[in-house]
């Protein structure tokens, strides 16, 4: 069975550095075919992609993000990191992780998510 | 504004038949495979169609999706007070390099 768990803080004060971590079962960070993905979703608004590290596309920022984001992964540890600098309240969401196909960039297995509040 | 446009909301009563359109453009929906998800407040988004008109195992066949051109859209038939939730099209830009998703859609069986 597949499954995936964020994990992190649950607030954060603004101009801090959040950082996420993503623990997967049931499949291996060294699979030729799965990656992982980050996605969030601020109260009331749509699912917003992040990021995502691939086995042979490598990793991928959201644009408007890409200055404040860094995705990376541990094998051994089976876990996906993710960074977000300089926080503000904007930045308060439910962060998802996600195992993603590789080439077809879909979303297969979804973690339950862990919410993120920016607040001095 | 989200990079794929999707209507706000969506209706229908418990039995009919109702389709949800994703509309893009020639750099993401016209260039690579569209999915689809389920989102229930306070779960986790669940993989409804993948590679535009595939079905996980264990998703009905009620659910079905196609794409053409730019668009794509999501058909659920046989509503069911359960399929309330919001549903997302999402897809890869290959101008943005990034993963793009559409703005949501509510789905209320009446």
């Known amino acids: 069975q597949v499954t995936l768990k964020e994990s992190g803080p649950v607030v954060v004060k603004p101009t801090e550095t959040l950082t996420l971590t993503c623990t997967v079962s049931?499949?291996?960070?060294?699979?030729?075919?799965?990656?992982v993905s980050w996605v969030r979703q601020p109260p009331g608004k749509a699912l917003e992609w992040l990021a995502h590290?691939?086995?042979?596309?490598?990793?991928s920022y959201s644009p408007s993000l890409k200055s404040r984001l860094s995705i990376s992964k541990e094998i051994s540890k089976s876990q996906v990191v993710l960074t977000m600098t300089n926080m503000g309240p904007v930045d308060t969401a439910t962060y998802y992780c996600?195992?993603?196909?590789?080439?077809?960039?879909?979303?297969?297995?979804w973690g339950a998510g862990t919410t993120v509040t920016v607040s001095s | 504004q989200s990079v794929l446009t999707q209507p706000p909301s969506v209706s229908a009563a418990p039995g009919q038949k109702v389709t949800i359109s994703c509309s893009g453009s020639?750099?993401?929906?016209?260039?690579?495979?569209v999915s689809w998800y389920q989102h229930l407040p306070g779960t986790a988004p669940k993989l409804l169609i993948y590679?535009?008109?595939k079905r996980p195992s264990g998703i009905p066949d009620r659910f079905s999706g196609s794409r053409s051109g730019t668009s794509a859209t999501l058909d659920i038939t046989g509503l069911r007070t359960g399929d309330e939730a919001d549903y997302y099209c999402?897809?890869?830009?290959?101008?943005?390099?990034?993963?793009?998703f559409g703005g949501g859609t509510k789905l209320t069986v009446l």
């Open positions: 590679e535009d008109d």
């Open positions: 996600a195992r993603t196909v590789e080439y077809y960039y879909y979303m297969d297995v």
């Open positions: 049931g499949f291996s960070l060294s699979n030729v075919r799965m990656g």
């Open positions: 020639s750099s993401n929906i016209g260039n690579d495979y």
């Open positions: 590290i691939l086995p042979h596309d490598g990793i």
């Open positions: 999402g897809t890869w830009d290959v101008n943005l390099r990034a993963g793009v």
